[in-house]
């Protein structure tokens, strides 16, 4: 994952209560809230508990400029 250009069709963010998360995406099966995932047309590219992990993540590999 090399980063992400604006006109990608990426999605900025979705909140959503870990009950409705797990009907919707059954197969994650997340065990925890919160919890953030990163997915790319391929599936997941990285998963974590810790908004610190996913905010390095997100510096690091999406790129919006």
Request: a negative charge; charged letters at 20%; hydrophobic letters at 30%.
């Given at each position: ?31 925890e809230a919160p ?9 997941i590219v990285f ?19």
């Open positions: 994952m090399s980063g992400y250009e604006q006109n990608s069709n990426l999605t900025l963010g979705t909140m959503m209560s870990l009950e409705n998360f797990n009907l919707e995406y059954s197969e994650l099966a997340i065990g919890y953030y995932v990163f997915l790319d047309t391929n599936g998963e974590t508990s810790g908004e610190r992990e996913a905010g390095e993540f997100y510096i690091e590999n999406i790129h919006l400029n």
